[in-house]
T-cell receptor, first 114, second 117 residues
Framework: DAGVIQSPRHEVTEMGQEVTLRCKPISGHNSLFWYRQTMMRGLELLIYFNNNVPIDDSGMPEDRFSAKMPNASFSTLKIQPSEPRDSAVYFC????????????FGDGTRLSIL | DQQVKQNSPSLSVQEGRISILNCDYTNSMFDYFLWYKKYPAEGPTFLISISSIKDKNEDGRFTVFLNKSAKHLSLHIVPSQPGDSAVYFCAASEGGISSGSARQLTFGSGTQLTVLP
């Protein structure tokens, strides 16, 4: 039973470049979440989707960040242009429709902007 | 303003003893609480949860206690095992009871548990 799949696992790029992080949620889950983990701010929610529709993007730090969910099995988080302060681990999580369901996390993308 | 606080960044416990991890929250609207465990280079893994209508939930070696008046919850692991060594995150959600699921989670900063053999 496949869990949440994120790619790439690691990304190193120079500032100013566009970065695209990808996520495949668990099949049948209808909610998807993007989180960022840093030493300073811990694990913080950036945006979440319900049935492919963005519900709350108040955690997105600035306009350089954008997220899409074109279908139920794929989402992207894009940073353009990237800056060194964007370096962090980015997690994707998905959630099913049943009661008392926890969010299931992927293994994250470690992003380093030089 | 941290709404969920884990004031102990680290905890060391001897194998076989009890581990107690603590979490405090400030938002009285939180009604659903979860604990996640995280190993290095992996994503957080769900451990156990509790809704605000209960004060205790048990699952094998793991028990979560909720004290609503003190806005405090704790995770007890008995007996502790070396494989339990990980970072433990407390998380909270509003509306979890009505929706049946924890959607917008607010996480604490985590506690690194080390279980010594």
């Amino acid at each position: 039973d496949a869990g949440v799949i994120q790619s790439p696992r690691h990304e190193v790029t120079e500032m100013g470049q566009e970065v695209t992080l990808r996520c495949k949620p668990i099949s049948g889950h209808n909610s998807l979440f993007w989180y960022r983990q840093t030493m300073m701010r811990g694990l913080e929610l950036l945006i979440y989707f319900n049935n492919n529709v963005p519900i709350d993007d108040s955690g997105m730090p600035e306009d350089r960040f954008s997220a899409k969910m074109p279908n139920a099995s794929f989402s992207t988080l894009k940073i353009q242009p990237s800056e060194p302060r964007d370096s962090a681990v980015y997690f994707c999580a998905s959630l099913g429709t049943g009661r008392n369901q926890p969010q299931h996390f992927g293994d994250g993308t470690r992003l380093s902007i030089l | 303003d941290q709404q969920v606080k884990q004031n102990s960044p680290s905890l060391s416990v001897q194998e076989g003893r009890i581990s107690i991890l603590n979490c405090d929250y400030t938002n009285s609207m939180f009604d659903y609480f979860l604990w996640y465990k995280k190993y290095p280079a992996e994503g957080p893994t769900f451990l156990i949860s509790i809704s605000s209508i209960k004060d205790k939930n048990e699952d094998g070696r793991f028990t979560v206690f909720l004290n609503k008046s003190a806005k405090h919850l704790s995770l007890h692991i008995v007996p502790s095992q070396p494989g339990d060594s990980a970072v433990y995150f407390c998380a909270a959600s509003e509306g979890g009871i009505s929706s049946g699921s924890a959607r917008q989670l607010t996480f604490g900063s985590g506690t690194q548990l080390t279980v010594l053999p």
